[in-house]
């Protein structure tokens, strides 16, 4: 069983930026397409960006435009680089496959808010 573990989160004021960090063990992120997801208070989980293993994307139209996702096959990690941040991308933001094959992580909270 994979191991996935986010990090790279925190407080921001709107407008702001963060970069996103998934580290992944053996090799999920290689062989699989990837995705970052994140669950707001009281709201169902959501696929915010994924990339397939030939590094198409595809972003939900919330996003776009200001989050790029990418990845390290050497490194077996998973980038989310969050750019003009707004209050509702307030949520804890997760990693994982695409479908969705692994336990989920502990994910990192983002917290945008002046």
């Known amino acids: 069983q994979g191991e996935l573990v986010e990090s790279g989160g925190g407080l921001v004021q709107p407008g702001g930026s963060l970069r996103l960090s998934c580290a992944a063990s053996g090799s999920i992120v290689s062989l699989n397409a990837m995705g970052w997801y994140r669950q707001a208070p009281g709201k169902q989980r959501e696929l915010v960006a994924s990339m397939s293993t030939g590094s198409s994307t595809n972003y939900a139209d919330s996003v776009k435009g200001r989050f790029t996702i990418s990845r390290d096959n050497a490194k077996n990690t998973v980038s989310l680089q969050m750019n003009s941040l707004k209050p509702e991308d307030t949520a804890v933001y997760y990693c994982?496959?695409?479908?969705?094959?692994?336990?989920w992580g502990q994910g990192t909270q983002v917290t945008v808010s002046s």
């Open positions: 994982n496959t695409r479908p969705i094959r692994y336990d």
